[in-house]
């Protein structure tokens, strides 16, 4: 028999990317296996201040967003939909999706059908270079 679990999020760590081209983006684990005595159910919350972003990439699985704090706009397959408190988003498994930039602090609720966030295979697409910038033409002597 399971039991149920409480977690307290002002207990929980923040955690983000170890490449910071994959974002700047912070996040509180809440249920993952391995963190707490759960099951078939990833969830946390996300966090977002001003300049911040969360880059392009996939997964597999679905996943379910749900503003709390603030408000942004995350892209899913090229199309912005608009994150504030009590919008739910669902994105498909396998969308390309992400938070470009935030002007102002932003927070949500995420979740997966997984039983830990390790199972999670993020595939982040390649951040675009900087153009060069344009050679001037050169003057006749």
Same mark, same amino acid.
């Given at each position: 028999?399971?039991?149920?679990?409480?977690?307290?999020?002002?207990?929980?760590?923040?955690?983000?990317?170890?490449?910071?081209?994959?974002?700047?983006?912070?996040?509180?684990? &809440?249920?993952?296996? =391995?963190?707490?005595?759960?099951?078939?159910? @990833?969830?946390?919350?996300? /966090?977002?201040?001003?300049?911040? %972003?969360?880059?392009?990439?996939?997964?597999?699985?679905?996943?379910?967003?749900?503003?709390?704090?603030?408000?942004?706009?995350?892209?899913?397959?090229?199309?912005?939909?608009?994150?504030?408190?009590?919008?739910? &988003?669902?994105?498909? =498994?396998?969308?390309?999706?992400?938070?470009? @930039?935030?002007?102002?602090? /932003?927070?949500?609720?995420?979740? %997966?059908?997984?039983?830990?966030?390790?199972?999670?295979?993020?595939?982040?697409?390649?951040?675009?270079?900087?153009?060069?910038?344009?050679?001037?033409?050169?003057?006749?002597?």
């Amino acid at each position: 028999m399971r039991a149920a679990i409480s977690v307290d999020a002002g207990n929980c760590p923040e955690a983000t990317w170890d490449d910071p081209a994959k974002g700047t983006i912070r996040w509180k684990t &809440l249920l993952s296996q =391995g963190m707490t005595a759960s099951d078939s159910l @990833v969830c946390g919350i996300a /966090l977002m201040a001003p300049g911040e %972003f969360f880059a392009f990439h996939s997964h597999p699985e679905a996943e379910v967003y749900f503003g709390i704090e603030g408000e942004g706009e995350v892209v899913i397959d090229g199309v912005p939909h608009k994150l504030a408190p009590g919008i739910a &988003l669902f994105i498909p =498994g396998g969308a390309v999706h992400g938070v470009p @930039v935030v002007s102002a602090p /932003l927070k949500w609720f995420y979740t %997966f059908a997984r039983d830990s966030f390790d199972q999670i295979a993020y595939s982040f697409l390649p951040v675009p270079a900087e153009p060069e910038p344009p050679i001037p033409p050169q003057r006749a002597a």
